[in-house]
């Protein structure tokens, strides 16, 4: 403790040391026995802050911004330290998310084979129809052509007997 800034306080705000022991209760020989002894009660230390309107750690050589300054300090490492595990989750995440992508192309490029296949199938269905027709077709001209091929050569006999009287 400064016992030195107590009196620095009194000079700020023009209270003498008689002053400021009747403030607080005691006689301006006891305030200067506190003094000289350079020993205080925390009661009493406590009233003369409260007389001279500044807080109680101002008495003492602590830099009052340092304790703030070590908290601020350990609030930004910790800070620094949530921010890499965003970065390190949001890699995480992005890398989710690329593979999500590149599962909902590979999904979209089956479902157009499938989708393709499926227009083939229909093609090759209609082909099977189409041959079957063609067969159909075929096993009619080839039954009119047995049924016709006797006339033929009926017709072939004739032509070679000569012109038709």
Known sequence: MNFNKIREYCE?????????ASQIGISEPGLYQVFRNKSMKVDVLEKIAEALNVPIWSFFDLDPVTPLNLEVEKLREKNEELDKALDAKQNVLNFHINK????ERTLEMQNNIIQKQGE??????????????SIKNYEEILTLYKKLAPSKERLKAKVKEGPLS
């Open 12 to 20: 700020e705000k023009k209270i003498t040391i008689a002053v400021l």
């Open 120 to 133: 083939i199938n229909e093609v090759k269905e209609r082909l099977v129809e189409e041959k079957e027709r």
């Open 100 to 103: 999500v992508e590149e599962l």
